[in-house]
């Protein structure tokens, strides 16, 4: 009983962790779309990463030197997820907000990468597949895709994927490695020195990437009376917030299942922009909302207990 009532208590804290991050990283969409014509992507990823380090430099000083033969131990483990989950990821996913469409954005960006999550740690964690986890991912996918397609499906047919598609499809890629590897922490490992760490790390990697962004995309940085606040956003909200929610989760909830819940990400950010930007709400973004959420619920039922 009580056994049953401590995973019951973890399950919870799991989910709401969770389903924070993804409400964060929802409003990341909204505001960092605002700065895409103002500065180039590995700007953008570096003023967010480094306002990242800073703000958590005073809570992570203390622990990190009293763990620091424990970072040198793991500094390969550190530095590729470093690389994969903060300097890449949000890279790759700001390049291709700068040559797609929006609706090919958030469709592979939004669906591709709880796919890759959960077939990955199926492979590398192995973790188990129960028909409801596959019923529910198919749900969700058809959620996003509904919403994407406005509710007719010949929508999606019309559809020209383009160079910043492949960006985001390598962003959603990597982040499903990411959540992987968040999962094979060191157990001693404190989770605001983890975190400080491939922050740190992965914000000097970006330093390289300044020299390289050109052979890519041409663009000055310009500077708004906002960008200040939206980039304090980006570094406390949108990254150590969201970042030390979503890994708390994944040890309690599971990669594959953690990775579900982003797909609210697109619910979410129907609902910030009627309340922000004064968007209309319609019959589809409603049915949209319903087909997700069913099939997050159905994701996580117990009762489905074969497994593949």
């Not at 009532?5 to 804290?13: A, T, Y």
């Amino acid at each position: 009983m009580y056994e049953s009532q401590m995973s019951n208590k973890k399950v919870l804290v799991g989910f709401s962790a969770a389903i924070l991050a993804v409400v964060l990283w929802s409003g990341n969409f909204i505001v960092a779309r605002g700065l895409a014509k103002s500065i180039p992507p590995v700007q953008l990823s570096l003023l967010r990463w480094c306002t990242a380090s800073i703000l958590l430099l005073p809570f992570a000083y203390t622990k990190t030197k009293q763990q620091w033969n424990l970072i040198i131990q793991y500094r390969r483990y550190l530095l590729g997820t470093a690389f994969i989950g903060i300097s890449l990821f949000n890279t790759l996913l700001y390049f291709g907000g700068h040559y797609t469409q929006a609706i090919n954005l958030a469709i592979i960006g939004t669906s591709a990468s709880p796919v890759f999550s959960t077939f990955l740690a199926a492979i590398f964690l192995k973790e188990k597949i129960g028909i409801a986890r596959i019923a529910g991912m198919l749900l969700c996918l058809w959620g996003v895709l509904f919403l994407m397609a406005k509710g007719n499906w010949q929508h999606l047919q019309l559809l020209k994927f383009s160079t910043g598609d492949i960006w985001v499809f390598l962003s959603a890629l990597l982040f499903a490695v990411y959540t992987i590897m968040v999962k094979k922490k060191p157990a001693p490992l404190d989770a605001t020195v983890f975190l400080f760490i491939i922050i740190t790390a992965g914000t000097l990697l970006l330093i390289p990437l300044l020299w390289i962004q050109p052979f890519f995309l041409q663009q000055k940085m310009i500077w708004t009376p906002n960008t200040i606040w939206i980039i304090l956003y980006l570094g406390l909200g949108a990254s150590v917030l969201a970042y030390l929610s979503w890994n708390k989760a994944i040890p309690l909830l599971g990669a594959a299942r953690t990775a579900l819940l982003g797909n609210l990400i697109p619910v979410l950010s129907t609902v910030e922009a009627v309340i922000f930007l004064g968007e209309a709400f319609s019959n589809i973004h409603l049915i949209s909302s319903i087909i997700i959420i069913a099939g997050i619920i159905i994701a996580n039922l117990p009762r489905l207990k074969k497994e593949i």
